[in-house]
């Protein structure tokens, strides 16, 4: 490596000269790849945002000027600018590097990132509050064009072309989101971008300037003229224009060069700016250029898998799938909804087999939800598919525009609980909570993949209002692939029976209390363990037949204790005027970082092992 280990911060690397920047992003691109490839995490978002941090960092002041990088997962080139060169093999580990934006990680990064859509606002903010200040520093967001697709940053859109603040907000377009990028506005941007005539007039004068002589300074500036003049020839005004911000753009975002000279350009014009860069996913390595969903993010790279290894039982998110596949097959009612996450929540096969009944909204959670409101009034049985966390955008329109109305849409919260590597803010740990408080709402989990079948046919089934089925990023545990039952809405289930210790678990902590039984044997406890598979509502015939019979009982979910599971069934022991002692475990007030789940699980006390210990100095 010739200078990239030598950058500890950007000022070493603005002492660079510009020649030097080109080995500089390829050294970068080269560590970024060799390292992730290896250790896992996400890789082409980066790889397509080499040259544009470079750039960034060598034009601006950081940190005194301010980056606000959007949802964060195409900063690792940022991470290795800023002084963290070293511990970029620790990213997503155990007490390692965040794989997003983390504020207590480095000033460099100014505004915590993870869920998307999220950076013109906040760069917004930190603009007004400079300007209040009378402060003196520049303020860049950098959005791609799938975050661009929520509404969030549209609501700041509006605002910053109102508020006539210095920010520039640099689009990175590579026309992908996870997935490839669908709606209106994507359309938009593929045309400007695309647009032949303007494009060929554009190249035509491009490969002019190269052949000119360096000292043709007059004329390279007369054809560059000539170019913005075809630009608003062909587009008159942009969108953004529209909106009170200057438009520059489209340019190459692979070219250091000219991403320098333009940034330099624009950096001082006191006002919004529009920067429109064109970048490929997964730049510079083949493979992830061609299928950058695929390489959006990479698994840690570890010994292949032995042929006479048993088989896994298939993760939570596929059974989810082909479940909703297999549903939709038999009733035409039903339609799923992803906000940009087709493969995560397992709806590639639905979107291949009902084009028709199959909706990528873009990253706009909220809008999911109302929509499928919309379809519920008019006789459909949406299936919203939205991890736990990134549901937490659309919470007004779960209360007002479907549990008001009482509007039977189904709510698939996949990643419920740790989810790992992707820390805290992927974590889905609020969920029990949030929809446990909604008026009418039903709250479920099962406690394997067998069981996920069974709610979800038991949820087209019912029209009475919203129901919603939470599972964890993990394999299913049990799955037959038999033909799924209804369940009786309200029915636990038990699991084992005892009368030393009644232990309540919930979902993704069925399975690890029934793997404690026999070792509580041991100590001779007889426990009684029930699948609380309807978090709301309960079992209302089994708590009045059995609660009082147990001094002492165990709630057990994974989610946060306040507003949670344990906290209801606390509640509805103490109106019976109950003497019973509740411990009640789940996670703790407070933000769990990342890691593997096993080791987070332990970390917060849920694993079998820690249960079993806590179980026991609760009977002593
Ligand atoms: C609110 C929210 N919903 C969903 C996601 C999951 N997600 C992470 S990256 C991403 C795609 C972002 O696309 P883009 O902004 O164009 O960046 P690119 O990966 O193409 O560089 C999505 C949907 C998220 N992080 N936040």
Same mark, same amino acid.
């Given at each position: 490596?010739?200078?990239?280990?030598?950058?500890?911060?950007?000022?070493?690397?603005?002492?660079?000269?510009?020649?030097?920047?080109?080995?500089?992003?390829?050294?970068?691109?080269?560590?970024?790849?060799?390292?992730?490839?290896?250790?896992?995490?996400?890789?082409?978002?980066?790889?397509?945002?080499?040259?544009?941090?470079?750039?960034?960092?060598?034009?601006?002041?950081?940190?005194?000027?301010?980056?606000?990088?959007?949802?964060?997962?195409?900063?690792?080139?940022?991470?290795?600018?800023?002084?963290?060169?070293?511990?970029?093999?620790?990213?997503?580990?155990?007490?390692?590097?965040?794989?997003?934006?983390?504020?207590?990680?480095?000033?460099?990064?100014?505004?915590?990132?993870?869920?998307?859509?999220?950076?013109?606002?906040?760069?917004?903010?930190?603009?007004?509050?400079?300007?209040?200040?009378?402060?003196?520093?520049?303020?860049?967001?950098?959005?791609?064009?799938?975050?661009?697709?929520?509404?969030?940053?549209?609501?700041?859109?509006?605002?910053?072309?109102?508020?006539?603040?210095?920010?520039?907000?640099?689009?990175?377009?590579?026309?992908?989101?996870?997935?490839?990028?669908?709606?209106?506005?994507?359309?938009?941007?593929?045309?400007?971008?695309?647009?032949?005539?303007?494009?060929?007039?554009?190249?035509?004068?491009?490969?002019?300037?190269?052949?000119?002589?360096?000292?043709?300074?007059?004329?390279?500036?007369?054809?560059?003229?000539?170019?913005?003049?075809?630009?608003?020839?062909?587009?008159?005004?942009?969108?953004?224009?529209?909106?009170?911000?200057?438009?520059?753009?489209?340019?190459?975002?692979?070219?250091?060069?000219?991403?320098?000279?333009?940034?330099?350009?624009?950096?001082?014009?006191?006002?919004?700016?529009?920067?429109?860069?064109?970048?490929?996913?997964?730049?510079?390595?083949?493979?992830?250029?061609?299928?950058?969903?695929?390489?959006?993010?990479?698994?840690?790279?570890?010994?292949?898998?032995?042929?006479?290894?048993?088989?896994?039982?298939?993760?939570?998110?596929?059974?989810?799938?082909?479940?909703?596949?297999?549903?939709?097959?038999?009733?035409?009612?039903?339609?799923?909804?992803?906000?940009?996450?087709?493969?995560?929540?397992?709806?590639?096969?639905?979107?291949?087999?009902?084009?028709?009944?199959?909706?990528?909204?873009?990253?706009?959670?909220?809008?999911?939800?109302?929509?499928?409101?919309?379809?519920?009034?008019?006789?459909?049985?949406?299936?919203?598919?939205?991890?736990?966390?990134?549901?937490?955008?659309?919470?007004?329109?779960?209360?007002?525009?479907?549990?008001?109305? %009482?509007?039977?849409? $189904?709510?698939?919260?996949?990643?419920? *609980?740790?989810? =790992? /590597?992707?820390? @805290?803010?992927?974590?889905?740990?609020?969920?029990?909570?949030?929809?446990?408080?909604?008026?009418?709402?039903?709250?479920?989990?099962?406690?394997?993949?067998?069981?996920?079948?069974?709610?979800?046919?038991?949820?087209?089934?019912?029209?009475?209002?919203?129901?919603?089925?939470?599972?964890?990023?993990?394999?299913?545990?049990?799955?037959?692939?038999?033909?799924?039952?209804?369940?009786?809405?309200?029915?636990?289930?038990?699991?084992?029976?005892?009368?030393?210790?009644?232990?309540?678990?919930?979902?993704?902590?069925?399975?690890?209390?029934?793997?404690?039984?026999?070792?509580?044997?041991?100590?001779?406890?007889?426990?009684?363990?029930?699948?609380?598979?309807?978090?709301?509502?309960?079992?209302?015939?089994?708590?009045?037949?059995?609660?009082?019979?147990?001094? %002492?009982?165990?709630? $057990?979910?994974?989610?946060?204790?306040? *507003?949670?599971? =344990? /906290?209801?069934? @606390?509640?509805?022991?103490?109106?019976?005027?109950?003497?019973?002692?509740?411990?009640?475990?789940?996670?703790?007030?407070?933000?769990?970082?990342?890691?593997?789940?096993?080791?987070?699980?332990?970390?917060?006390?849920?694993?079998?092992?820690?249960?079993?210990?806590?179980?026991?100095?609760?009977?002593?």
């Amino acid at each position: 490596m010739k200078y990239l280990n030598n950058i500890k911060s950007p000022e070493d690397l603005r002492s660079h000269s510009k020649e030097d920047l080109t080995i500089i992003c390829d050294e970068l691109r080269e560590y970024i790849v060799s390292t992730i490839s290896e250790i896992g995490g996400h890789l082409a978002p980066t790889l397509g945002t080499i040259e544009l941090t470079t750039a960034l960092h060598y034009v601006y002041n950081t940190p005194k000027d301010k980056l606000i990088w959007d949802t964060g997962h195409q900063a690792y080139a940022h991470k290795v600018l800023t002084g963290r060169f070293d511990s970029l093999p620790t990213i997503r580990k155990y007490k390692g590097l965040s794989g997003f934006l983390k504020r207590t990680e480095s000033e460099y990064d100014v505004f915590g990132a993870g869920h998307a859509s999220t950076s013109i606002s906040a760069g917004l903010g930190i603009a007004c509050a400079r300007d209040l200040d009378n402060e003196d520093f520049k303020v860049v967001s950098i959005i791609g064009d799938g975050a661009l697709s929520g509404g969030l940053a549209f609501e700041a859109l509006n605002n910053a072309g109102h508020l006539k603040k210095q920010l520039l907000v640099v689009v990175n377009d590579n026309d992908m989101s996870i997935s490839p990028n669908i709606g209106a506005f994507r359309n938009y941007l593929v045309k400007i971008t695309t647009n032949k005539s303007y494009n060929y007039i554009r190249s035509t004068i491009g490969k002019l300037i190269l052949r000119l002589p360096k000292n043709f300074r007059f004329i390279q500036s007369l054809l560059k003229k000539a170019e913005s003049s075809a630009k608003n020839f062909f587009f008159p005004t942009t969108i953004f224009e529209d909106l009170g911000f200057r438009y520059f753009g489209p340019v190459d975002g692979h070219n250091i060069n000219e991403l320098v000279n333009i940034l330099d350009n624009i950096k001082n014009l006191d006002t919004p700016v529009v920067l429109h860069t064109i970048t490929k996913k997964g730049k510079g390595l083949d493979y992830a250029e061609s299928d950058p969903i695929k390489y959006h993010g990479v698994k840690e790279r570890k010994e292949p898998v032995s042929a006479n290894q048993t088989k896994e039982v298939p993760i939570f998110q596929n059974i989810f799938g082909d479940t909703s596949c297999n549903l939709a097959k038999s009733n035409k009612n039903i339609v799923a909804i992803t906000a940009a996450m087709r493969e995560g929540t397992g709806l590639v096969n639905f979107a291949n087999d009902f084009p028709d009944r199959y909706f990528d909204v873009g990253i706009a959670e909220a809008h999911a939800v109302t929509f499928a409101g919309g379809l519920a009034v008019n006789g459909k049985i949406p299936i919203v598919a939205i991890y736990s966390t990134f549901l937490q955008r659309a919470y007004d329109q779960i209360i007002h525009d479907i549990a008001l109305q %009482k509007l039977p849409v $189904i709510f698939c919260l996949d990643r419920s *609980g740790l989810v =790992g /590597e992707d820390g @805290a803010t992927h974590h889905g740990v609020l969920d029990i909570a949030y929809m446990r408080c909604i008026q009418g709402m039903i709250v479920t989990a099962p406690r394997d993949g067998n069981e996920l079948q069974d709610l979800l046919l038991t949820a087209t089934n019912y029209s009475s209002g919203p129901f919603s089925i939470r599972y964890p990023k993990e394999s299913s545990i049990n799955f037959d692939n038999k033909d799924p039952n209804l369940i009786e809405i309200g029915s636990w289930e038990i699991m084992t029976t005892g009368q030393d210790v009644l232990i309540l678990a919930v979902g993704s902590m069925v399975s690890r209390s029934t793997d404690i039984v026999e070792r509580l044997k041991e100590k001779n406890i007889q426990a009684e363990v029930i699948n609380c598979r309807f978090i709301k509502p309960m079992d209302l015939e089994y708590l009045n037949n059995n609660l009082s019979r147990f001094s %002492k009982i165990v709630t $057990i979910e994974e989610g946060v204790l306040d *507003g949670g599971f =344990g /906290e209801g069934i @606390a509640a509805w022991s103490s109106d019976k005027n109950l003497k019973n002692e509740i411990l009640n475990i789940g996670l703790p007030n407070d933000f769990v970082d990342h890691g593997p789940r096993n080791i987070l699980l332990e970390e917060v006390g849920l694993d079998s092992s820690s249960l079993y210990e806590k179980i026991i100095q609760f009977i002593k």
